[in-house]
Structure formats: C-alpha cells, structure tokens
T-cell receptor, first 114, second 119 residues
C-alpha cells in the first residue's frame, strides 16, 4: 500500500507559467516532507522541504505548501523554465518515530515547453 | 566536496549470479541509506546504517540481499543469487548525524545510482 502518492505521472507547462505538482499521503505520522528533482542517469537532488509544523516554505522560484488536514502537499514553480524539465519526487519521513528513511512517490515528469 | 559515489554505474548479470554494489558516502556522513527504483515505480527504501550499525533494514526484500558497512565508511550491497525481479536502479544516499530543524531540512544526498540488469 503506497503511503505517498503522486497521481499525475506527467505534466507539461509553457515556459514562464506556473507548474503545480501534487502529492498525497496517508500516514499521519509523517512529520517531514521533501521534494527531489531527478534528471536522467543522475541521482535525485534535494529541492525543497517542509516540516509538519509549517504550512508553507519558499525558496526562490520554488514554494511547497502543506495541508495536513487534507494530507496533501504541492510544489509550485514560478516562473517555470526549460531547465526545470525533470522528474519530481515527493518524499516523506516520520523522524519523530526514530526512523529517517524517506518514503517516495512514483514521481511526476515535468516538461517545460519553450 | 565530493558527493556520494557509486560503483559500478551499470551491471548486467545472469540470473543466479552474484553482484556487489559499492557506495562511498560524503566524508563525515554517519548515515548511509540504500534505496531501489524498479522501472517506473517509486524509489523504495532498503536499509539505513548509522556508522557501521544497521539502524533499519525493514526494506530489504529477502535474505538474498546482504549489506555491510565495515568501519563505518563505504558500504556494499551484495545480491546472491540474483533474480530477474532484482533489476532496477540502486541508489545510495548519505546524511549528517544531526537534525537541523532550525534550517528546516535534513537532506539526504543521493549518488547517481547503479543500474542492475538481471537477464
């Protein structure tokens, strides 16, 4: 049973517009959420994170929103750039339970069109 | 600073053979993790070392998989004997030994992965 779900396998967005990637989770013990970006033939690279005590975290063009009641988080990229084209993975962990493993979603492939 | 390195980048073996994957974490990182991604699916946790000790091996699929981290530096993941369903990309990640909640992140740094194909 998947605890972290990314229901959109792919997304295409025009350059300069906003990209919104969504992620849902089922485990209420998760207290830390992250987004990783992955280019082909490379490992995932950290993008942005948010702890469960916050509802928003912003870093430049990237903003992550957390809605705990809905068990939903989203990543907003604005403005989108062609270099943002990659697979984006949502991940969660339950660090307060003493384990630091990440539970990943299946990823969303973002294509930013020039 | 060198990142997480993994060797080999690719490995093609036949069913029943043995393969050993190696991971060198970032220097000074006590935490080392192994993950696996099977084609098109999620990246799945396999196990977590703190220094040379296995902290969590709940994701190891079965006893054909053996992970070691002698001396608390590099780690190896051996698959013996390999089966067709073991094919995938094996990622290693490392992180520091403290949680920096003030900075709101505890990043795991991932290596480029080893693509294992079992024929």
């Amino acid at each position: 049973d998947q605890q972290v779900k990314q229901n959109s396998p792919s997304l295409s967005v025009q350059e300069g517009r906003i990209s919104i990637l969504n992620c849902d989770y089922t485990n209420s013990m998760f207290d830390y959420f992250l987004w990783y970006k992955k280019y082909p033939a490379e490992g995932p690279t950290f993008l942005i994170s948010i702890s469960s005590i916050k509802d928003k975290n912003e870093d430049g063009r990237f903003t992550v929103f957390l809605n705990k009641s809905a068990k939903h988080l989203s990543l907003h990229i604005v403005p989108s750039q062609p270099g943002d084209s990659a697979v984006y993975f949502c991940a969660a962990s339950a660090d307060s339970s003493g384990t630091y493993k990440y539970i990943f979603g299946t990823g969303t492939r973002l294509k930013v069109l020039a | 600073e060198a990142g997480v390195t993994q060797f080999p980048s690719h490995s093609v073996i036949e069913k029943g053979q043995t393969v050993t994957l190696r991971c060198d974490p970032i220097s000074g990182h006590d935490n080392l993790y192994w993950y696996r991604r099977v084609m098109g699916k999620e990246i799945k946790f396999l196990l977590h070392f703190v220094k040379e000790s296995k902290q969590d091996e709940s994701g190891m699929p079965n006893n054909r998989f053996l992970a070691e981290r002698t001396g608390g530096t590099y780690s190896t993941l051996k698959v013996q004997p390999a089966e067709l369903e073991d094919s995938g990309v094996y990622f290693c990640a490392s992180s520091q030994d403290y949680w920096d909640r003030a900075s709101d992140y505890n990043e795991q740094f991932f290596g480029p992965g080893t693509r294992l194909t079992v024929l």
